[in-house]
């Protein structure tokens, strides 16, 4: 199963990220650390041990250079790489444009 296309354009990365999955009754059941592939506009693709259920609520913390950009979105994708790796794909709920400026800094092809 491939990512879904995304309107916005995407970046390649290797950003640290921490997240927090919730369940239906919005409380947190899971925490982790994982890294970025890629980053948009409108989501992020991330490497991780953690076989994430599609539709989940996530809460992320990248880091980009010295600055943290935190957003709350969904699991929309998820790709098995191997025994205990999967590709996360994450669709952005809300992005602040503090927070996108903070990206552009780093990677200003994301304004594309």
């Known amino acids: ?34 890294t970025t592939i890629d980053i948009s506009r409108t ?19 990248i880091a980009v250079g010295d600055e943290i950009v935190k957003s709350i979105g969904k699991v929309r994708n ?3 790489i191997g025994a205990e790796e999967y590709h996360i794909g994450i669709e952005f709920d809300f992005l602040s444009e503090d927070n996108l400026d903070k990206l552009a800094t780093i990677y200003p092809e994301i304004n594309k």
Do not use: C, P, W
């Not at 491939?2 to 916005?8: H, L």
């Not at 490497?47 to 599609?54: L, Q």
């Open 1 to 34: 199963m491939e990512f879904e296309s995304r309107e916005s354009f995407r970046v390649d990365s290797q950003n640290l990220i921490s997240y927090r999955l919730f369940n239906a009754e919005n409380q947190v059941f899971h925490e982790g650390m994982a």
């Open 43 to 61: 989501g992020i693709a991330i490497k991780t041990s953690n076989a994430m259920e599609t539709g989940l609520r996530i809460e992320v913390a």
């Open 78 to 80: 998820r790709k098995q």
